[in-house]
């Protein structure tokens, strides 16, 4: 079965960085879009970016572009989140998803495999 595991998170102030790490097993993804996603309290789950396993398009939701990157590691079946000039909005659960939807897509409704989050708080 498909298992998708998140780690990286933790606390960090604003301006800082962290790399978040989402390990994938139980298939093989090449022909899927892997997706981060992220939660912040009392809000809906919203798109911040994506890439596919087999290229290197990637996808970002405005708010992160410039400041965020997503990047894999195929030898080791993981995505990466790398989060740079964090800032006090971005205090979040942030989940990594898989789809096989063609594309990039940005809706969570796509996905169809989810791991369990990992919390991201920016202090100010």
């Known amino acids: 079965q498909v298992q998708l595991v998140e780690s990286g998170g933790g606390l960090v102030q604003a301006g800082g960085s962290l790399r978040l790490s989402c390990a994938a097993s139980?298939?093989?993804?090449?022909?899927?879009?892997m997706g981060w996603f992220r939660q912040a309290p009392g809000k809906e789950r919203e798109f911040v970016a994506a890439?596919?396993?087999?290229?290197?398009?990637?996808s970002y939701a405005d708010s992160v572009k410039g400041r965020f990157t997503v990047s894999r590691d195929n030898a080791k079946n993981t995505v990466y989140l790398q989060m740079n000039s964090l800032k006090p909005e971005g205090r979040a659960v942030y989940y990594c998803?898989?789809?096989?939807?063609?594309?990039?897509?940005?809706?969570?409704?796509?996905?169809?495999?989810w791991g369990q989050g990992t919390q991201v708080t920016v202090s100010s």
């Open positions: 139980g298939r093989t993804f090449s022909g899927y879009a």
């Open positions: 890439i596919r396993w087999s290229d290197i398009d990637a």
């Open positions: 998803a898989a789809t096989r939807v063609l594309g990039i897509p940005r809706s969570t409704l796509l996905y169809a495999y």
